[in-house]
């Protein structure tokens, strides 16, 4: 057996056994795709043919030899095939691709072993590892989880391993062929399953990521009600600081606290008391633009972050405090109960009120709790402008009668 090719053979060996032990050690990993498990039964299919074909070569049977690489290339295509369809979650029929490979298997080896005749087990061996490489070509080729320059090169070697398998007994018989076919077959095989690995470590990459950018949104998340928590805010507010050139526009940060929530809550249930707060948060994120930032601190406590607010532009703050106090005290209709809950306003401008995230919180909630307290000092017909409505929570259709009346 020339040199070269046995260097072919090592390095194809060893490239099949490493990436059978990526392949191992992925397999059970978090956020990665099934079909791990046939591949690397594929590769030590793979690997055992070309051992069988060092071996073989060098005690001088390589027609044996040939033949249990044969036998290996079809168990290689059918493990091949079955990975490939769990991975892109496409269904096949895997009882059928086994038993198609096994009956594949046992022609080959009586046309090899019992009765050696070359062309019925070079056709079968052909068709099979020809229609089945095909195949998987064409499952990633439909598949719309195939994206990327490597899944596009694994498409091209897959199609072009396939087509070259069918031209086996037809140029298997010409000694000038017969070397060069089997290298490019060594070369395309290894090449799939190269990139085979490479897809895996780079899903593996990408599935890392999004989980640790998922983990960091929920950090930074209210669970009740999806608005950012008070993490979230410390990370928009620099955010907002670092695009905000200074002098050229301001950022307000209105603290928003619900009046005669606590009624509620205590009267009601917390269930009926969490849909009052979902429901507000609701609102107040249809109130604010794409680029402002809506939080909930903790219990009845909201902060809106209002950014890109020129110095022309200020009148924009009042009018969205109305209509935020607007939104809040409309009424929220729960199970058979009308309840109406109110908002007292607190308002901090950056960096007129401070140029850090806690002096504004202080500010705005001080506006805040001077607001409330001068409401409660009022009467009903002295209602300021962020008037909480107070009334007790009415059956639904009571209400409704009420409004009509």
Known sequence: MPLLFQSILLVGITCYLLSTLLFVLTKDMPKVRKGISWWALASVAGAAGYFALLVCGNMGIPAQGEALYNLSLISWSSFL????????????????????????????????????????????????????????????????????????????????????????????????????????????????NIILASIVIIQFKKSMKNSEKHAINMAMQDPLTGLKNRLGLIEEFNKKVDLAPHGQQRIALIFADLDNFKTINDTYGHEDGDQVLC??????QSLIRHNDVAVRIGGDEFVILLSDIKPNDWEHIPRFISRLIKETCEPITIKKYTHQVGASIGLAVYPKDGEHLQDLLNCADSSMYLDKRMKKQTTKKQIPLSIANSAPAVPAEDAELRNTQ
């Open 279 to 284: 429901t507000i948060a609701e609102r107040i």
């Open 81 to 192: 095939l079955i990975g490939s369809s769990q991975w892109l979650k496409k269904d096949i029929n895997i009882r059928l691709i086994l038993g198609i490979s096994s009956l594949s298997t046992i022609w080959v080896m009586y046309f090899s072993f019992i009765q050696p005749v070359f062309l019925p087990a070079a056709i079968a061996t052909a068709v099979t590892c020809g229609a089945l490489t095909l195949y998987t070509g064409w499952l990633f080729l439909s598949s719309e989880k195939t994206k990327g320059s490597e899944t596009k090169a694994l498409i091209i070697v897959l199609f072009i391993s396939g087509l070259h398998a069918l031209d086996y007994p037809i140029l298997r018989p010409h000694e000038s062929f017969a070397m060069v076919g089997i290298i490019v077959c060594i070369i395309a095989s290894l090449a799939i």
